[in-house]
């Protein structure tokens, strides 16, 4: 029972006072001797997402689960969400264009359609096609916290979360305003400007942050413009309530070369997407959570780019391109007849409740939203008189009831859920989990149980996009695709240690923290959905295959010291994960439910050199199943490839002025994530940042 308590004590300074100096007056002397220095914690991210009723430690999560801090985040060195997430354990991003211009997002072999996003606990969605999932508003340097729960959660995250989830938290700092301005260039006409800033009133707490970023492109028809803006708010209410609202908008436009198929590479692309979201949170006995949702979307593809020097329509209806240097002239297909134009709304309510009875927990969640297209080539017919006379909406609900259990002494933790999802087009699915944890094992410190051990089991659903079921025009969709369903089962092993800085440990030690964590897992899915080619076909189309097995293992370290000016090694993790994917039958070429990444190992690591230059090194080997078809028709395999990225670093002015240097793909490997789009090679970027002190800053 002590120990337990000693535990808990351990745990509540810690979550309180992360990253802050307390002291041991209330251990006991029997556990450390009577204090004469202090001890100091290392901050550690909080995970969110891998159990509905609670945030806990990594080390209590029952899935394989990574978290990275705001400082790891950043020191990618990068301007858009995508990259950060490339050394990820089990993560697969594939990116058409760079630096965030197009990214899916896939885990454990899943498809991009099979992961499920989360801002501030609240599910975002992209209807339409989840192709535009990424399309956020959000600038790295505003997140607080970045999690991949990697397997099927379901029966408490909803649909969508099939093979995992990523979850952002945009928590403002309120000990710590601030104004911080950006300017970066770099090759292929890069350049980037970028303003946040931070600063608190009686009771509230706001922080914006706006960037514009450009570039002429690494080939023909790869230039891009990205501008985004969000605007947050944290205030206290009554009754112990806390609010927060977010405000955001993103626009890109995008040469598209070769993006979605090879046969017509001069593709263009213009999204714009506008949000709004509230969510109040309550702690109490019952710790209750609600949250409204709103998303604006719109999408204009053109498979012949149109403008000045590409394609311009003529009196006939034809889109032609008159020789320009190299390129010769060309005439559009006779059937094309202008761009596709979609509009997506997605509206919801999100609600939670937790309440503590006991070793127990009991959670009870709801989640019901609206999702509804427009377009020229999606949906049913609507409105002829209209520029989007096709359409469709539906409305889907989520429920689920949780109950958490936890054993005396604290070391074992059971929960079982069970969820239902309710939709209007496509009925009603139960869904039901089951996972545990045991701690056990013994250190020096205040960790008291190194180890864990964890299970989960359960079940998950995934409906169609609307591009699954109405897309026509080179590929087909089908009005009567089936939801996907799948089964999983997933066991691990974590052990996960950190050491302090107190003298009477022992000697002197480096505030340190380090961990490594090993998974096995299975799914078992059934009417997957994919773009098949089927013998004697040349158009590609939506099919329910019969039943996949996906399986993995992941083997996965870190290793991280506070920021210190005479430690040489301040951070790392590396990670392998493998998959293999099987199909029970089917004579046809998949476009993606097989197409995945059998192997990758990844490696992200941050270094501090004399005059305080910071390394920072990112690097990832890749090889993926699958194949893909060249314009000149031939199937062809992708190839592995290695590469990697470096970053170098110093801050000046105490810290209020900050340089930095960039290679990314430093050692110029040529490879694809897509059939036919190269990536680009070697990218310098360098920028600066300038972040004055305040005065509130300066003040005792």
């Known amino acids: 029972m002590v120990r337990a308590l000693l535990f808990?004590?351990?745990?509540?300074?810690?979550?309180?006072?992360?990253?802050?100096?307390?002291?041991?007056?209330?251990?006991?002397?029997?556990?450390?001797?009577?204090?004469?220095?202090?001890?100091?914690?290392?901050?550690?991210?909080?995970?969110?997402?891998?159990?509905?009723?609670?945030?806990?430690?990594?080390?209590?999560?029952?899935?394989?689960?990574?978290?990275?801090?705001?400082?790891?985040?950043?020191?990618?060195?990068?301007?858009?969400?995508?990259?950060?997430?490339?050394?990820?354990?089990?993560?697969?991003?594939?990116?058409?264009?760079?630096?965030?211009?197009?990214?899916?997002?896939?885990?454990?072999?899943?498809?991009?359609?099979?992961?499920?996003?989360?801002?501030?606990?609240?599910?975002?969605?992209?209807?339409?096609?989840?192709?535009?999932?990424?399309?956020?508003?959000?600038?790295?340097?505003?997140?607080?916290?970045?999690?991949?729960?990697?397997?099927?959660?379901?029966?408490?995250?909803?649909?969508?979360?099939?093979?995992?989830?990523?979850?952002?938290?945009?928590?403002?700092?309120?000990?710590?305003?601030?104004?911080?301005?950006?300017l970066?260039?770099?090759?292929?006409?890069?350049?980037?400007?970028?303003?946040?800033?931070?600063?608190?009133?009686?009771?509230?707490?706001?922080?914006?942050?706006?960037?514009?970023?450009?570039?002429?492109?690494?080939?023909?028809?790869?230039?891009?413009?990205?501008?985004?803006?969000?605007?947050?708010?944290?205030?206290?209410?009554?009754?112990?309530?806390?609010?927060?609202?977010?405000?955001?908008?993103?626009?890109?436009?995008?040469?598209?070369?070769?993006?979605?198929?090879?046969?017509?590479?001069?593709?263009?692309?213009?999204?714009?997407?506008?949000?709004?979201?509230?969510?109040?949170?309550?702690?109490?006995?019952w710790q209750s959570f609600a949250g409204f949702h709103a998303r604006y979307h719109r999408d204009r593809f053109e498979l012949y780019r149109e403008g000045t020097a590409w394609y311009e329509e003529t009196a006939d209806g034809f889109f032609v391109r008159d020789g320009v240097g190299n390129s010769p002239a060309d005439t559009a297909a006779f059937w094309y007849g202008g761009p596709n134009q979609h509009r997506s709304f997605t509206s919801g309510l999100t609600a939670r409740t937790t309440h503590l009875h006991g070793r127990g927990r009991l959670t009870l969640g709801a989640d019901s939203r609206l999702e509804a297209v427009r377009s020229n080539v999606l949906g049913v017919a609507r409105d002829t008189a209209s520029a989007f006379p096709l359409g469709a909406e539906r409305v889907n609900t989520d429920l689920f009831a949780s109950e958490r259990w936890l054993s005396g002494d604290g070391q074992l933790r059971v929960s079982a859920t069970l969820g239902a999802n309710l939709n209007t087009q496509f009925g009603v699915r139960v869904l039901p989990a089951l996972d545990a944890v045991y701690r056990f094992g013994h250190s020096r410190g205040e960790v008291m149980h190194p180890w864990a051990a964890f299970a989960s089991i359960g079940r998950s659903v995934r409906h169609p996009s609307y591009t699954d079921l109405y897309y026509q025009g080179g590929a087909s969709g089908r009005a009567d695709l089936q939801p996907e369903v799948a089964d999983q089962i997933e066991l691990g092993l974590r052990w996960r240690q950190r050491r302090v800085l107190h003298t009477q440990l022992g000697d002197l030690r480096p505030l340190s923290g380090m961990g490594v964590e090993l998974a096995g897992w299975l799914r078992r899915g059934s009417d997957l959905i994919d773009w098949v080619l089927l013998p004697g076909s040349d158009e590609f189309q939506a099919a329910n295959l019969t039943s996949t097995t996906h399986r993995g293992i992941e083997l996965a370290a870190d290793y991280q010291a506070e920021p210190s000016h005479s430690l040489f090694f301040q951070s790392v993790r590396v990670s392998f994960a493998a998959t293999d994917a099987a199909v029970e039958q089917g004579n046809y070429e998949s476009s993606y439910a097989l197409d995945i990444v059998r192997s990758k190992a990844d490696l992200l690591a941050t270094f501090l050199f004399p005059a305080r230059l910071v390394l920072e090194v990112r690097a990832t080997r890749q090889a993926r199943s699958g194949q893909y078809r060249t314009i000149e028709g031939e199937v062809t395999a992708y190839k592995p490839f290695t590469a990697a990225g470096l970053g170098l670093s110093r801050s000046f002015l105490q810290g209020q002025i900050r340089g930095f240097v960039r290679a990314d793909n430093a050692f110029n490997a040529e490879y694809v994530d897509f059939g036919n789009v190269l990536q680009p090679g070697r990218w310098w970027r360098a920028g600066i940042t300038w972040r004055p002190k305040r005065q509130t800053e300066d003040a005792p």
């Open 8 to 182: 808990v004590v351990g745990l509540w300074g810690w979550t309180g006072l992360s990253g802050q100096t307390v002291t041991l007056d209330t251990l006991p002397p029997r556990f450390m001797p009577p204090p004469v220095s202090p001890i100091h914690y290392l901050p550690e991210a909080a995970v969110v997402g891998a159990a509905p009723n609670e945030s806990m430690q990594a080390a209590d999560a029952a899935h394989a689960v990574t978290s990275l801090l705001p400082r790891e985040i950043q020191h990618v060195g990068t301007p858009a969400l995508a990259p950060a997430l490339e050394a990820v354990t089990g993560l697969d991003i594939r990116t058409r264009g760079p630096l965030g211009v197009q990214s899916d997002l896939s885990i454990r072999g899943g498809t991009f359609e099979q992961a499920a996003l989360y801002v501030d606990g609240i599910r975002w969605s992209a209807p339409q096609t989840a192709h535009h999932l990424l399309n956020l508003p959000i600038e790295p340097s505003l997140l607080s916290g970045l999690e991949v729960v990697r397997g099927g959660t379901g029966a408490f995250a909803g649909v969508g979360a099939f093979a995992g989830s990523l979850h952002l938290s945009l928590v403002p700092d309120p000990l710590n305003p601030f104004t911080q301005i950006d």
């Open 184 to 285: 970066e260039g770099g090759s292929y006409g890069w350049r980037r400007a970028a303003m946040s800033a931070s600063w608190n009133a009686p009771g509230l707490i706001q922080r914006v942050a706006v960037s514009h970023s450009t570039t002429d492109g690494y080939q023909e028809n790869t230039d891009a413009m990205i501008t985004r803006a969000m605007w947050i708010g944290d205030w206290t209410g009554k009754h112990q309530g806390r609010w927060r609202a977010l405000l955001g908008f993103e626009e890109k436009a995008f040469g598209a070369q070769s993006f979605y198929t090879a046969a017509y590479p001069h593709q263009f692309e213009a999204t714009g997407s506008a949000m709004a979201q509230l969510t109040w949170r309550r702690f109490a006995r």
